[in-house]
T-cell receptor, first 116, second 113 residues
Framework: AQSVTQLDSQVPVFEEAPVELRCNYS??????LFWYVQYPNQGLQLLLK??????LVKGINGFEAEFNKSQTSFHLRKPSVHISDTAEYFC??????????????FGQGTILTVHP | DAGVTQSPTHLIKTRGQHVTLRCSPI?????VSWYQQVLGQGPQFIFQ???????GRGNFPDRFSARQFPNYSSELNVNALLLGDSALYLC????????????FGPGTRLLVL
């Protein structure tokens, strides 16, 4: 089974400041990792994903994340946030092997609020 | 190309009633997954279907059921609704149902009174 822990439920930050949203996971098998964003009253939009290769992954809207296998972490970063980045962010994993096929396991979410 | 579509967008039901939610995957995608997102929480996996066969089931009671049609669209059915079933129900599609990127629809917001 997999589990995902997002260490901060809410992160307030001022516009143009850097931000890091933290994610740790637990799994007995290899996983692929994802970050999704959810704007109010909308579905989930993929920000970025790590499947293999370089541990630094770049996504849309200037976001990037770094996979750290030894620390089982996949933290999301942005060097300079905008008001429009205000949303809820979800870290998720999916097992590569086993019988869980396409079951995504999500964290509890981090609400990012960008203040002017 | 159109993304994942879901209907209806909003729904209000009373306890004990039955509800059917619908999902159309991205063209060419053969797998659909359903998730329940209760307010303030991350989405929880309910079902995955691939080529009309159930491939996975989450920890939900038998009141929840689903099916997939030959055109790969899907229905989620919930019987004997409880207040706790109030949530955003999300549908996601993938080409082949494996550990791939899942593309989500806008969801159906269900309120049970």
């Amino acid at each position: 089974a997999q589990s995902v822990t997002q260490l901060d439920s809410q992160v307030p930050v001022f516009e143009e400041a850097p931000v890091e949203l933290r994610c740790n996971y637990s799994s007995s098998v290899s996983v692929y990792l994802f970050w999704y964003v959810q704007y109010p009253n909308q579905g989930l939009q993929l920000l970025l994903k790590y499947l293999s290769g370089s541990t630094l992954v770049k996504g849309i809207n200037g976001f990037e994340a770094e996979f750290n296998k030894s620390q089982t972490s996949f933290h999301l970063r942005k060097p300079s946030v905008h008001i429009s980045d205000t949303a809820e962010y979800f870290c998720a994993v999916i097992p590569v092997g086993g019988t869980s096929y396409g079951k995504l396991t999500f964290g509890q979410g981090t609400i990012l609020t960008v203040h002017p | 190309d159109a993304g994942v579509t879901q209907s209806p967008t909003h729904l209000i039901k009373t306890r004990g009633q039955h509800v059917t939610l619908r999902c159309s995957p991205i063209s060419g995608h053969k797998s659909v997954s359903w998730y329940q997102q209760v307010l303030g929480q991350g989405p929880q996996f309910i079902f995955q279907y691939y080529e009309k066969e159930e491939r996975g089931r989450g920890n939900f009671p038998d009141r929840f059921s689903a099916r997939q049609f030959p055109n790969y669209s899907s229905e989620l059915n919930v019987n004997a609704l409880l207040l706790g079933d109030s949530a955003l129900y999300l549908c996601a599609s993938t080409p082949a149902g494996g550990p791939e990127t899942q593309y989500f629809g806008p969801g159906t917001r269900l309120l049970v009174l």
